[in-house]
């Protein structure tokens, strides 16, 4: 209630009421990283080296085989998840919240663009997100496999990358939107 004072006489004159409704929207965008069991894959030719010797061929040259390195965890920043909160599992306070989230971020090792999803919990800004991440994973194409000789002269790996869905755990902050 807004109101106005006479100066000259005490009296109070009621000039005009404003209600004021809070509104908040379900909908938020948050960001942070992402850990994934998703093994980024690379393959080489690599010498192959018996009692610390490198085996030779008829003419001289080194033979090699296709090796392959994994780095795990895969790390997914900037990850960034739009959410939905549900509303049966809102508190008054704000303190807490259930949502769904989904979103994509780049992937530092493969230097892809990946995909996750999953359930997110909130406390305050900071959610905390088991999900399935899907990225893309290295494969060896046309029969190539681990351990096989190519001989002294190989030729390029024939190498393809799939989306691969694999368990992740993502720590995001809520960006606080007007």
Do not use: C
Request: without cysteine.
């Amino acid at each position: 209630t807004i109101t106005a004072k006479d100066v000259l006489t005490p009296a109070s004159v009621e000039v005009a009421k404003v209600v004021i409704s809070w509104r908040s929207t379900p909908f938020s965008v948050s960001t942070g990283i992402l850990f994934s069991t998703l093994h980024n894959k690379t393959f080489a030719n690599t010498p192959v080296i018996v009692n610390g010797v490198p085996v030779l061929d008829s003419g001289g040259k080194t033979i090699t085989q296709v090796t392959e390195s994994d780095t795990v965890p895969s790390i997914v920043t900037p990850m960034i998840f739009f959410n939905y909160e549900l509303p049966f599992f809102y508190r008054n306070d704000g303190r807490f919240g259930v949502l769904l989230s989904g979103g994509m971020g780049a992937n530092l090792t493969a230097k892809t663009a990946d995909y996750a999803g999953g359930v997110s919990f909130r406390y305050r800004d900071i959610l905390f997100t088991p999900a399935v991440h899907f990225g893309r994973q290295n494969e060896l194409t046309n029969g190539v496999a681990v351990g096989q000789r190519l001989g002294s002269s190989p030729p390029a790996l024939p190498m393809a990358m799939h989306f691969t869905p694999k368990l992740a755990f993502a720590i995001t902050y809520r960006i606080p939107l007007p």
